[in-house]
């Protein structure tokens, strides 16, 4: 298994809702990531686990929240965003020494209405 | 600072052509540069990588160079496809222990009949 899966493909949320973004791979890699990209940018990082440790929070805004709850699951918790969250929201993972670079997910498209 | 530039910005080509795109780097210590295509809403996919040492690396119909002594690398698309319709950027990883990438800011290429 060489991929990275994202669930769900799509999602829509209201500003005062709840919701967590899920990412999935088998390929042994023990660093997984979260970027976010919007329109016509390049993807930004957010997160980084190692480990299943957090180890580079790039400032993120405390209404997303990470999780890790075993070497092979990333999520992303969501709780009272803001329209300008609206973005495509990549998972990746490699190996920790990322020498063979990431490997992306397909992404979650987040509107937030 | 680490800097990824590419170039153009966008191109437009004819189905058949064959077309060249550019990244510049400032990334130091280098280890590693990975050229991805991207469609519209989807995740990035990996091309090609390239280590220090490696100036040439093909993928069926495209050829990554990178000449390291002055930090260039280029993409070349032979034959082009309407498939080939995406943005492709090229990210670079530094050797300086961090689980960063440097993204591009891509290039959009768009195949036409």
């Known amino acids: 298994d060489t991929e990275v899966t994202q669930t769900p493909k799509h999602l829509v949320m209201g500003m005062t809702n709840k919701k967590s973004l899920k990412c999935e791979q088998h390929m042994g890699h023990r660093a997984m990531y979260w970027y976010k990209q919007k329109a016509k940018k390049p993807p930004e990082l957010m997160f980084v686990?190692?480990?299943?440790?957090?180890?580079i929070n790039e400032s993120v805004p405390s209404r997303f929240s990470p999780e890790c709850p075993n070497s092979s699951l990333l999520n992303l918790h969501l709780h009272a965003l803001q329209p300008e969250d609206s973005a495509l929201y990549l998972c990746?993972?490699?190996?920790?020494?990322?020498?063979?670079?990431?490997?992306f997910g397909s992404g979650t498209r987040l509107t937030v209405v | 600072k680490n800097q990824v530039e590419q170039s153009p910005q966008s191109l437009i080509i004819l189905e058949g052509k064959n077309c060249t795109l550019q990244?510049?780097?400032?990334?130091?210590?280098?280890?590693?540069l990975r050229w991805y295509k991207q469609d519209t809403g989807r995740g990035p996919v990996s091309l090609t990588i390239m280590t220090f040492s490696e100036n040439t690396k093909s993928n069926g119909r495209y050829t990554a160079t990178l000449d390291a002594d002055t930090k260039q690398s280029s993409l070349h698309i032979t034959a082009s496809q309407l498939s080939d319709s995406a943005s492709y950027i090229c990210v670079v990883r530094s050797t300086s222990g961090t689980y960063k990438y440097i993204f591009g800011t891509g290039t959009r290429l768009k195949v036409l009949a």
């Open positions: 990244c510049n780097y400032t990334v130091s210590p280098f280890s590693n």
């Open positions: 990746a993972s490699s190996q920790p020494d990322a020498n063979y670079g990431y490997t």
């Open positions: 686990y190692s480990y299943e440790k957090l180890s």
